[in-house]
Structure formats: C-alpha cells, structure tokens
C-alpha cells in the first residue's frame, strides 16, 4: 500500500521559513492538503488542493508539488505555527484516505 | 457555521460494546461525506472510514473492516462509530470529519474529538 513520509521534526527560528515535506509514491495528479494541529486540539486544515488556502488562514502558509514530494512552506514563521503538520491524500487503488505521519514544528 | 460536536468521553472495559457520535449542525448533512478519524494520543492520524448519509454508502479502512461500524441517522444530522466487542488496543481519541469531494477531497471541518479509554 502506499505511504505518506514526513520528516519528525522541523526546527526554524522565528521569521524564517519553515518548509515540511510529505514524500509519496502515488502523486501524480492526486492533490495534496495539509492539517495542522495543536496540543489538546482537533486538527485544522490549513491547505488544500496543493496550495490553495481555505478562509482564515495567513498568506504566509503555501504549498508546492515536486514530482513526488510536496512542500508545506510557512514563512515568517511565529511561536503560534509551533503545532503537529500533517500531509493527506486520497489513495485511488485502494480507495483509502491516507495521512502522512506527521511533522513536529518547533519554533526556537 | 458548519459544527461538529462529538458525544463525550468513554471509559470502558475490554468485551463491552460502545457507540460514540458525532451531530453536525449548519448545513445539509445529507450531502457531505462524513468520516471517522482516530489518533492514539502522541501518535499520528488514522483514517477508519467513510459514510455518506444521502445513500448509506459506506467504506471502511482495510485494516479496521469487521472491527467498527459506521453509520449516520439522517434525520438527527447524526453519525456513529461503534464497536461490538472493545479492546485495549482501541484506546485513542476519535474525531469526525467532515469531507468535501470524495476521492481527492479534504476534511474541512473537525469534530472536537471523543477520548476512548478500554482497560481490563
């Protein structure tokens, strides 16, 4: 079956860019979304379709697809993205949703 | 608003049997896929399966297929999870997500999460 590999942690000072990966072997044409989740709290989506933003969240957040691999991009990064990352997407041969395992932003 | 809001926490034995819900609220529950999502608490999340309310449609994950079920009372904008027979291994705090376009689509709005604590 395929998988979603997100690195464990990314560290980045404050205003600096933050950039998470999410490696997978059944892209192709498969868009990507991400969700972000802070302690005690359900998961927010904050990307979807590859790069689009849904209402409420900051122009800073984007995203990009390379051949495998898509990027979450945080730029002028503050304490509060300090939060769990997570990568999604929809596996159409085994008709599963799939999440990456997750990506631990610290903010220094 | 569209609103998710979860029945509350769980504290049960291994063998019992328990259904936890899942009211949405602010918009046509009927035409929204909605899904059951489960995080072992420090771990990742897991996708357990789909339901769509319009037909009763219902897909489950592979791995967890026999092990819950998933339904939905229209007519209460209502989904559940249940499962006949708990294990330990079942502890975890369990979310409902509302998804938008199945297929390639994305979960845009989140219960608040359910706590499942089996022990023996």
């Known amino acids: 079956s395929s998988v979603l590999t997100q690195p464990p942690s990314v560290s980045v000072a404050p205003g600096q860019t933050a950039r998470i990966s999410c490696e997978g072997d059944?892209?192709?044409?498969?868009?990507v979304h991400w969700y972000q989740q802070k302690p005690g709290q359900a998961p927010v989506l904050v990307l979807h379709d590859d790069s689009d933003r849904p209402s409420g969240i900051p122009e800073r957040f984007s995203g990009s697809i390379s051949g495998n691999t898509a990027t979450l991009a945080i730029s002028r990064v503050e304490a509060g993205d300090g939060a769990d990352y997570y990568c999604?997407?929809?596996?159409?041969?085994?008709?599963?949703?799939?999440f990456g395992g997750g990506t631990k932003l610290t903010v220094l | 608003e569209v609103q998710l809001v979860q029945s509350g926490a769980e504290v049960k034995k291994v063998g019992e049997s328990l259904k936890i819900s899942c009211k949405g609220s602010?918009?046509?529950?009927?035409?929204?896929?909605i899904a059951w999502v489960r995080q072992v608490p420090g771990k990742g999340l897991e996708w357990l399966g789909i339901?769509?309310?319009?037909?009763?449609?219902?897909r489950y994950s592979l791995s967890l297929q026999g092990q819950v079920t998933i339904s939905a009372d229209k007519s209460i904008n209502t989904a559940y999870l249940q499962w006949s027979s708990l294990k330990a291994s079942d502890s975890a705090i369990y979310y409902c997500?509302?998804?938008?376009?199945w297929g390639d689509g994305y979960f845009d709005s989140w219960g608040q999460g359910t706590l499942v604590t089996v022990s023996s």
């Open positions: 997500a509302r998804h938008i376009n």
């Open positions: 059944n892209f192709g044409s498969r868009p």
């Open positions: 999604q997407v929809w596996d159409g041969t085994t008709d599963h949703v799939l």
């Open positions: 339901f769509y309310p319009g037909d009763s449609d219902v």
């Open positions: 602010g918009y046509d529950f009927s035409t929204y896929w």
